[in-house]
């Protein structure tokens, strides 16, 4: 018997927060892994009005609390939000017994977070660079 293999995708932006090409890029990866049979979980900000948990054609989606720490720049919000990001990921990893093959974060902007879990759980981390700002 195979075993579903598990993917804990992390992504600054999802629906319906769409800033750019990221949130769109993960919403149909993430539902076209859902539906061949991948069990998939995205991690994200918050955004306002939409709710902290939810499913969205098969994927579960959680938003973290990227608002809760006020910052003077983009750079320090950033950083805050890793922070957050991969402190509640990893909460999520712990609560489903540790379940999660792999990691996969979406863009410079969630890759501390990423490199954080990856040497938590000693999980791989696939990494998709969408955009390089200078």
Same mark, same amino acid.
């Given at each position: 018997?195979?075993?579903?293999?598990? +993917?804990?995708?992390?992504?600054?932006?999802?629906?319906?927060? !769409?800033?750019?090409?990221?949130?769109?890029?993960?919403?149909?990866?993430?539902? /076209?892994?859902?539906?061949?049979? $991948?069990?998939?979980?995205? +991690?994200?900000?918050?955004?306002?009005?939409?709710?902290?948990?939810? !499913?969205?054609?098969?994927?579960? $989606?959680?938003? $973290?609390?990227?608002?809760?720490?006020? &910052?003077?720049?983009?750079?320090?919000? +950033?950083?805050?939000?890793?922070? /957050?990001?991969?402190?509640?990921?990893?909460?999520?990893? /712990? &609560?489903?017994?540790?379940? $999660?093959? !792999?990691?996969?974060?979406?863009?410079?902007? +969630?890759?501390?977070?990423? !490199?954080?879990?990856?040497?938590?759980?000693?999980?791989?981390?696939?990494?998709?660079?969408? &955009?390089?700002?200078?």
């Amino acid at each position: 018997m195979s075993k579903e293999l598990t +993917v804990m995708m992390l992504t600054w932006e999802f629906p319906p927060r !769409i800033i750019g090409g990221i949130s769109p890029h993960v919403y149909y990866l993430s539902r /076209n892994l859902a539906k061949n049979g $991948v069990k998939v979980y995205v +991690v994200t900000c918050d955004f306002p009005g939409a709710p902290q948990q939810e !499913i969205i054609d098969g994927v579960e $989606v959680f938003r $973290v609390d990227s608002y809760k720490n006020p &910052s003077p720049d983009f750079a320090t919000w +950033v950083y805050l939000m890793n922070v /957050n990001m991969q402190k509640e990921a990893a909460a999520l990893v /712990n &609560s489903l017994g540790g379940k $999660v093959d !792999i990691f996969h974060a979406h863009d410079w902007l +969630v890759a501390n977070a990423g !490199i954080g879990l990856k040497h938590v759980f000693r999980k791989p981390l696939l990494t998709t660079i969408h &955009s390089t700002e200078i």
